[in-house]
T-cell receptor, first 116, second 112 residues
Framework: DQQVKQNSPSLSVQEGRISILNCDYTNSMFDYFLWYKKYPAEGPTFLISISSIKDKNEDGRFTVFLNKSAKHLSLHIVPSQPGDSAVYFCAAREQNSGGSNYKLTFGKGTLLTVNP | NAGVTQTPKFQVLKTGQSMTLQCAQDMNHEYMSWYRQDPGMGLRLIHYSVGAGITDQGEVPNGYNVSRSTTEDFPLRLLSAAPSQTSVYFC???????????FGPGTRLTVT
């Protein structure tokens, strides 16, 4: 049973427009959420995170929104650039993980393609 | 500062063979983990370690062993390879309490 779901396998947007990647979760014990970006033949790299006590976190062009009641989060990229083309993974951590992020549950990922 | 390194990059094994995937980090991170990624799947945690001498199982530990004798190294052993272990394996490390988990470039393993 998937606890972290990314229901869109792929997303295509035009350069300069907004990209919105969605993630849903089922485990109410998750208290911390992260987004990772992965290019082909490379390991994932951390992008941005959000604690369950917040509903928004922003870092430059990247903003993550969390709706706890809906168990839904989204990553907004504005403006999108061709270099943003990659697979984006949503990940979540349970409250009993001792405050560290080593034990994460990942979604299946969404392939974002930003067209010039 | 090399970050997280993994060797080999590619490996082909026959069913029943054993091998060790190497992982090393030079950032003095307490935590290290092994994940596998299969087509159309997210990363799944195999084993993790919170420090030298301490390891624990993740979501999919069967068929794999780990040990952590030093802070820097966290090898993953396949005792008797099976085709179901064909996957891309990622090692990761992080400081306690930090958001960012650093991943290695991965090892692509094929078991025939």
């Amino acid at each position: 049973d998937q606890q972290v779901k990314q229901n869109s396998p792929s997303l295509s947007v035009q350069e300069g427009r907004i990209s919105i990647l969605n993630c849903d979760y089922t485990n109410s014990m998750f208290d911390y959420f992260l987004w990772y970006k992965k290019y082909p033949a490379e390991g994932p790299t951390f992008l941005i995170s959000i604690s369950s006590i917040k509903d928004k976190n922003e870092d430059g062009r990247f903003t993550v929104f969390l709706n706890k009641s809906a168990k839904h989060l989204s990553l907004h990229i504005v403006p999108s650039q061709p270099g943003d083309s990659a697979v984006y993974f949503c990940a979540a951590r349970e409250q009993n993980s001792g405050g560290s992020n080593y034990k994460l549950t990942f979604g299946k990922g969404t392939l974002l393609t930003v067209n010039p | 500062n090399a970050g997280v390194t993994q060797t080999p990059k590619f490996q082909v094994l026959k069913t029943g063979q054993s091998m060790t995937l190497q992982c090393a980090q030079d950032m003095n991170h307490e935590y290290m983990s092994w994940y596998r990624q299969d087509p159309g799947m997210g990363l799944r945690l195999i084993h993790y370690s919170v420090g030298a001498g301490i390891t624990d199982q993740g979501e999919v530990p069967n068929g794999y062993n780990v040990s952590r004798s030093t802070t820097e190294d966290f090898p993953l052993r396949l005792l008797s390879a099976a085709p179901s272990q064909t996957s891309v394996y990622f090692c990761a490390s992080s400081y306690y309490g930090r958001d960012e988990q650093y991943f290695g470039p991965g090892t692509r393993l094929t078991v025939t």
